[in-house]
């Protein structure tokens, strides 16, 4: 009776075991499904089939697992199952009217059990009867396996897809895995989640396979299936992350996390964007080209960066805690790949076409800043890693953190020379060592850094790297890769399987190697106190230089280097030659740079245009050079493509609403802008030239207005300069915009405005004379004779000026040693005209566009100089003294065509202090620049309070220098460091010259002599500071000028001067040696003829004529030391007051060797220095 009872079935007793048995198999608790199978079959006999299927079910899984032995336990479990098909038929037949979801549970079994069989048509042939949309579920029973019947549809997918596959319907299993990764993917189980991850990795995989073309259609077809993988585990719990047991069905996760990263950087690398309207049948991305409104088209970049950035950190995690250290004879190869992935897509993020808004917060530096994270995490997997301390040398280089940059190549270049002379020794190419190109390519990458960004220490250290790259070039090398080692019988023994580096280079690889060294020796040339070794440094640089240009001859910065160092060496010929090739065909003037986004051609040839124009004002083409200045501004096509657009809503019955749009300005970095703003310089600097300072003075709005679009407005650059309040007089109309007026107001508060007002007509003239704007410039040479303006006149100087006439202390526009009379406003006849349309500009800040000269020029009331009949011919004389291995001759050799830049460092941003420092020490240039124009244009209040700003300034940042965490002192406020900015006593030593230069065209020369001594004392290699001090201390030595003060208060006393220039002046002639410089130390000429005399002696000099004498000694002991400096070598300014010292000295023949150089100086002077073209210097 008790057996009768037991074998009664209890429904409520089969509902719940059904449900742990859905249970168990939902989360793959296998050893438990045969005991609830029994379970079933007891209380709940009519799901026999069911049971049957979980049986099955459960022996499938461990027949899908790979043995861990070398045994035939699967192939034994795989047979086993062979034997339950017939069953599986069986109980599907019966079940199949009665129970549809256990018959369909069970095919999905039984075409599991053919696909581990490796049978798919018979997979495919019972997948092909089921169908879940038409099964309806039993009355009774049928949601207690709701959630083993989900991962079975998902089973029943992924084996179909993989079944499709195997037997070549590739159509079919592509429509079957566009299907399953259209659906929502499921995560709620264990073994939903294992299917769903096998279906939605295998259909990534497959896409990615089978991906036809890197098409708009097909790159969306595969992001989709990438995107439901990426939603999939967006949903899954934390837990489904863990690892699971591996099987020969899954496709590795780590390998579907490495395609879908790669197929971001696909999208990204093809410059498309993420699609606005994304969605079923629609293609997930568009080109960059297309129209779309700012917000949309940030919000898209937005979304493409921060997924690119969680399938990064997720791929990042997953190789990192998988990949083990490396031996060192090992090499982690998919580490190396990942991170030079991240490099490739960190140049992208960090280039033009992406804004710091589109990159979401802190832009690019945060974008940077977690690449160098990526970086040295990916270190700790690898073993001195070539590949990795290159990567974190640019991107350290690229944050403007030069200290670490320098360290980490440092470290290259220590692995890298060792691996080469390994190599070289053996024959052999070191495995995981950079090649030779690459690691050519980042040292002259590093010598670009040094020289452009660094000060005299880091020149030295270029000078070291180039030294390296010169012996790397000259080692002998492995022909290729698998070149086999021979042994030589000796240690010197050649392997006849190499060759030198440089027959296996490339071509642009040694051009940049040639580029490094000719920057390198030129720049050291600039910085050498030796002056006998800067001909030959010059030379060397010229030399590799052309090699570079023959090699590369479209390369901008082999063309401007190159053209640079022949314009220093005073060929400015052949530096035109090579800008011509480097310009023609590369600018557009009618416009069509409009077409283009980030216009990096037109910003690297800024700098050319810049030389260009100063080659042709070294030839007297006044004209023709700011014309040339007004190109480098229209090869951008108009203002708005350069400096953007402002969009004012004038609808009254609104607030006033202003938009703007970004020009190229706004990617540009801070050398780039000062390049702009130089090219400004440069214009008024030419207009002065041909209409007088006073047409320029009114131009300095224009350029304090191209600042501030630049660089922001000057009045936020310090605290220090106070802002006016906003009152009627601040807020009158001006035709140079209106964000200028409280500025322009400060610098010209009577004179200057006095002048504007009467000279209204002249300046109504200028804006309304304007010339065409789509005017092309020729580019080829000038063969005719076409006016290019007429010439400057120049007058001789007087002999006996008095202090009151020598107006040349304070500037001079040519011939140092003649000098200039002031031009009066009456006595000036303005028929130049600019272009002076407003460009558009950010709201707060107005804009004057690029001045253009007309092609008429004012005629002089001055006179020019007649020819000077010369007694003898300059060569017959010997060369400057101190100079004889600097011959001023000519270097004719020519070079060729033309432009793109080669560094693979991209745009280097620099650290906000570097950044300040160079913001500010831009515009204390130009507030010195504004007040030399004042100076000169005899408005001295004006002139003073230009100073005054530039002094509050440099205050400003000597102050920052003091509460910084490092502290002041007085090496740091010496030194430059890194920047390239100039240090905090050079920019004292300008502001205190321009202070004296004040001072002397106001009669007060003991105020310049002070103010002189002040810059010296702060900078004591300051050209400027050098030559006013020593024209002042010669002027003393003539007796032009007491050597002291006088008093005010006193009477006149008797004519002791006056006794001095009547007596009879001792002959004192100065030593050969530059060295004896002292009187004190000179034996006394009236000692030495004392027993030759029987008549009454000589007095012994006085000591007002020992003043004399030291103050004339002493000019020349500065002058002479400056003009072996490279700043001093070639100023033509120099060089006539050391003429003059000299000539005081009744040194003749130095005075006339030194006047020569003058004249080969003068003859290819151009209007402004030749280090203003770049504030990199040779590089771009």
Not at 231 to 246: E, N, Y
Not at 283 to 288: L, R
Not at 641 to 652: A, H
Not at 1054 to 1077: C, Q, V
């Amino acid at each position: 009776m008790g057996s009768l009872v037991k074998k009664v079935p209890n429904s409520e007793k089969g509902q719940r075991y059904l449900g742990l048995l859905d249970t168990a198999l939902c989360n793959g608790s296998w050893s438990e499904v045969p005991e609830l199978a029994r379970k079933v079959e007891k209380h709940a006999p009519e799901r026999k089939c069911l049971t049957l299927a979980a049986r099955s079910e459960a022996q499938a899984a461990s027949a899908s697992h790979r043995p861990t032995s070398a045994s035939s336990a699967a192939a034994n479990s795989i047979h086993s199952l062979g034997e339950a098909v017939p069953r599986l038929l069986e109980a599907i037949s019966t079940a199949d009217t009665s129970q549809p979801d256990d018959a369909y549970i069970a095919r999905t079994c039984l075409a599991q059990i053919h696909w581990i069989q490796e049978a798919p048509l018979e997979a495919l042939q019972v997948l092909a009867s089921s169908s879940r949309s038409t099964a309806a579920p039993a009355e009774k029973g049928g949601p207690a396996t709701l959630g083993w019947l989900e991962v079975c549809e998902v089973k029943a997918a992924y084996i179909t897809a993989s079944c499709l596959e195997s037997s070549g319907s590739q159509s079919d299993a592509r429509e079957t895995y566009q299907a399953a990764t259209s659906r929502t993917p499921g995560y709620r189980t264990p073994e939903l989640r294992r299917w769903t991850e096998r279906l939605l990795g295998r259909a990534c995989m497959y896409t990615v396979k089978k991906l036809p073309s890197p098409s708009v259609r097909d790159l969306s077809e595969t992001y989709y299936a990438f995107k439901a993988w990426g939603d999939f585990w967006q949903r899954a719990p934390s837990a489904s992350v863990a690892k699971t047991a591996s099987s020969r069905l899954d496709v590795p996760r780590r390998q579907v996390w490495k395609a879908y990263y790669d197929l971001l950087s696909t999208v990204l690398q093809h410059d498309l964007l993420y699609s606005p309207y994304p969605g079923p049948g629609a293609d997930a991305f568009i080109f960059s080209n297309t129209v779309l409104p700012y917000e949309q088209r940030t919000a898209a970049k937005q979304r493409q960066r921060a997924e690119m950035q969680r399938v990064e950190t997720v791929y990042e995690s997953l190789l990192l805690e998988e990949t083990k250290f490396p031996k060192a004879s090992q090499l982690n190869n998919e580490v190396e790949e990942w991170t030079a992935q991240v490099i490739e897509n960190w140049r992208r993020f960090t280039g033009s076409e992406w804004t710091n808004s589109d990159l979401g917060d802190g832009g690019r530096n945060t974008v940077s800043r977690a690449t160098l994270d990526i970086l040295y995490r990916a270190a700790t997997k690898t073993f001195h890693s070539t590949a990795i301390l290159r990567q974190l040398f640019t991107v350290h280089a690229a944050l403007g953190e030069f200290d670490l940059a320098m360290h980490a190549f440092d470290s290259y270049v220590e692995i890298i020379d060792k691996a080469k002379a390994r190599a070289e020794k053996t024959g052999k190419h070191e495995t995981g060592s950079d090649d030779d190109d690459t690691s050519m390519l980042t040292a002259a990458d590093a010598v670009r850094l040094l020289c452009r960004y660094g000060d005299r220490d880091q020149a030295e250290k270029a000078g070291d790297i180039v030294n390296i790259i010169t012996k790397w070039l000259a080692q002998q090398r492995p022909r290729t890769a698998e070149a086999p080692q021979i042994k030589g019988d000796s240690e010197g023994y050649i392997n006849p399987a190499s060759q030198p580096s440089n027959a296996s280079l490339r071509p642009t690889t040694l051009a940049a190697a040639y580029r490094a060294i000719g920057i390198s020796k030129a720049h050291w040339a600039h910085l050498t106190f030796e002056s006998a070794d800067r001909a030959p440094l010059l030379g060397e640089a010229l030399d590799n230089l052309q090699r570079a240009h023959r090699l590369e001859p479209s390369n901008v910065d082999n063309a401007h280097a190159l053209a640079l160092v022949l314009a220093q060496t005073r060929d400015v010929s052949g530096a035109i030659g090579v800008i011509r090739g480097a310009l023609n065909g590369s600018v557009m003037l009618n416009g069509d740079a409009d077409l283009q986004q980030n216009h990096e051609r037109e910003r690297h040839l800024l700098s050319l245009w810049h030389l260009l124009a100063l080659c042709l004002s070294a030839q007297d083409k006044y004209d023709t050079a700011a014309q040339i200045c007004e190109a480098a501004y229209k090869q951008f096509g108009n203002s708005s493509v350069l400096f953007g657009q402002r969009i004012t809503s004038l609808d009254p019955e609104k607030a006033v609403a202003i938009t703007t749009t970004a020009g190229a300005v706004d990617s540009m970095e801070g050398f780039e802008k000062e390049s702009i703003l130089q090219i400004r310089i440069s214009q008024i600097s030419l207009l002065e030239l041909m209409e007088g300072p006073e047409a320029a003075v009114d131009l300095t709005d224009s350029l304090l207005g191209l600042y501030s679009r630049l660089f922001g407005n000057p009045e936020h650059v310090t605290i220090a300069v106070s802002r006016p309040p906003q009152t009627a007089a601040t807020t009158t109309p001006s035709r140079f915009g209106g964000t200028l007026r409280s500025i322009t107001g400060s610098i010209r508060p009577r004179s200057a405005r006095s002048r504007r007002s009467s000279t209204a007509d002249r300046s109504t003239i200028r804006q309304r004379s304007v010339t065409s704007a789509d005017g092309t410039v020729d580019l080829r040479p000038a063969t005719n004779g076409q006016s290019t303006g007429a010439p400057i006149a120049i007058t001789v100087t007087n002999e006996d000026g008095s202090p009151a006439d020598k107006k040349h202390h304070s500037h001079h526009l040519h011939l140092p040693f003649h000098k200039h009379h002031n031009n009066d406003t009456s006595a000036r006849t303005s028929a130049t005209s600019f272009v002076n349309a407003n460009e558009n500009t950010q709201p707060s800040e107005g804009v004057e566009t690029p001045v253009k000269a007309s092609q008429t020029s004012a005629a002089s009331p001055e006179q020019p100089l007649r020819e000077v009949a010369h007694n003898a011919p300059h060569d017959t004389f010997p060369q400057p003294a101190g100079h004889d291995d600097q011959p001023p001759v000519q270097d004719v050799r020519l070079p060729a065509p033309h432009p793109a830049s080669a560094s693979s460092i991209p745009e280097t941003h620099l650290l906000p202090v570097y950044e300040r420092r160079h913001k500010v020490g831009v515009l204390i240039k130009t507030w010195l620049f504004v007040s030399g124009l004042y100076l000169r244009a005899d408005s001295y209040d004006d002139a003073q309070n230009a100073v005054e700003h530039a002094t509050k300034l440099v205050e400003s940042l000597e102050n920052e220098f003091a509460s910084s965490e490092d502290g002041v002192n007085a090496q740091r406020l010496f030194e430059k460091g890194w920047g390239g900015s100039k240090s905090i006593d050079e920019l004292w030593a300008d502001v205190w010259s321009t202070k004296a230069h004040l001072a002397i065209v106001r009669q007060r020369p003991y105020e310049a002599i002070a103010a002189f001594e002040q810059a010296l004392s702060y900078y004591p290699d300051h050209s400027a500071g050098i030559i006013g001090l020593s024209d002042i201390l010669l002027d003393i030595y003539e007796q032009k000028l007491p050597a002291e003060e006088p008093l005010p208060t006193t009477r006149p006393l008797p004519s002791a001067s006056g006794s001095l220039i009547n007596e009879a002046k001792p002959s004192l002639t100065r030593p050969n040696t530059a060295s004896s410089t002292e009187p004190s130390r000179r034996p006394s000429l009236v000692s030495d003829r004392r027993p030759q005399h029987v008549g009454p002696r000589k007095k012994d000099p006085t000591p007002a004529e020992l003043n004399r004498i030291a103050a004339r000694d002493r000019a020349y002991m500065l002058l002479s030391n400056l003009t072996k400096l490279g700043t001093g070598w070639d100023d033509s300014e120099a060089w006539s007051t050391l003429a003059r010292a000299h000539e005081l000295s009744r040194e003749i023949g130095k005075a006339k060797q030194a006047l020569w150089w003058v004249v080969e100086l003068e003859d290819s002077r151009p209007v402004r220095g030749w280090r203003e073209v770049s504030p990199g210097g040779y590089t771009l």
